[in-house]
């Protein structure tokens, strides 16, 4: 074989081993980006397995920790309180709603009881004093004339309420219309037909017949332990010094007061805004609506995060 031939043949082989070498490196490259793309897989489901554990744990404790805590105030004129203080600067806590409505009546009897034992204790001449101070009413003098409720502060825009309001109109009836009562109110909590669970005393205060000037509003915030769900509402008159009940006004008598839309604000944050921006100018934005599924909220935003990687590695 001529020296041209050889040298041809030499560069021959140079150039088919040159051409193997780059497809070994094309597929170490493949092996590459195909190692990164099963971890970026992996890590995805870790995420999501770890995410959805967390969700029913977080799911799981809400329900055992049986703590809830609402604030509530009176939003009435002040003319109208006995007292005569500001009562939206007096705002009381309610926690662990463990009293039903049945325990509340029952010792109101039972306090009136003690405190009629205490009053034969005392002598003639002061307990004439005090009845003729009394005026008498009876349970037909009273009546709720409107009652409804309003849905004011919802943080994560998911239609459920942490803050809402009761009002409602109480007035005395077949009696002089410039006759007077000092009352105060009860109010009740029901989740989806359960037991009425107390939540609310008002202050005391005065009612003038049927005037519609005395209407009495408590504004109240569920702060703890209440999951999203639909309560009712129910309101008991007393007239201040008598353990009976003059009116009731609920759910049954006025829709407004039916199926209020509400959760406390550990299931009701603000959204949560995530926003990206690209190389080339370019951005998107993602908001993820947290609350009462904000574990889904942040899943749903590991699982976009990973993906977009997962989609630039390979």
Do not use: C
């Not at 049986?66 to 109208?80: F, L, R």
């Not at 009381?92 to 034992?117: F, G």
């Not at 825009?157 to 009002?167: L, W």
């Not at 805004?273 to 899943?299: F, H, R």
């Amino acid at each position: 074989m001529s020296n041209i031939t050889k040298q041809a043949s030499l560069q021959n082989n140079v150039i088919i081993h040159g051409t193997k070498n780059h497809g070994i490196k094309k597929h170490g490259t493949k092996n590459i980006l195909h190692l990164a793309a099963m971890f970026s897989l992996k890590l995805i489901v870790t995420a999501i397995v770890v995410l959805t554990f967390l969700l029913f744990s977080y799911s799981s404790f809400a329900e055992q920790v049986n703590t809830t805590v609402i604030k509530s105030y009176d939003n009435t004129q002040a003319v109208n309180a006995v007292n005569n203080e500001d009562s939206a600067n007096k705002t009381t806590t309610t926690s662990s709603l463990n009293r039903t409505r049945d325990e509340v009546t029952k010792q109101k009897i039972k306090q009136a009881r003690e405190q009629s034992s205490d009053f034969n204790s005392v002598n003639l001449s002061v307990k004439k004093s005090l009845k003729t101070s009394l005026i008498r009413f009876y349970e037909d003098n009273f009546v709720i004339y409107d009652g409804y409720a309003q849905l004011i502060e919802d943080s994560d825009g998911d239609s459920y309420y942490q803050t809402f309001s009761v009002t409602f109109d109480a007035d005395l009836i077949y009696v002089n219309p410039y006759d007077q009562a000092v009352v105060y109110a009860e109010l009740y909590l029901s989740g989806n037909g359960g037991p009425w669970l107390h939540y609310y005393s008002t202050d005391s205060f005065v009612i003038h017949g049927e005037s519609t000037d005395d209407a009495f509003e408590v504004v109240s915030t569920l702060e703890q332990g209440f999951n999203s769900n639909h309560y009712d509402v129910l309101i008991d008159l007393y007239v201040q010094g008598n353990p009976n009940i003059m009116t009731t006004y609920s759910s049954d008598d006025s829709n407004s007061l039916y199926a209020l839309p509400l959760e406390s604000s550990d299931y009701d944050p603000e959204y949560v805004e995530y926003v990206e921006i690209y190389s080339d100018g370019y951005y998107s934005e993602t908001y993820i609506q947290a609350g009462s599924n904000s574990l889904i909220g942040i899943l749903t935003m590991v699982a976009l995060l990973l993906f977009r990687q997962f989609k630039r590695a390979s």
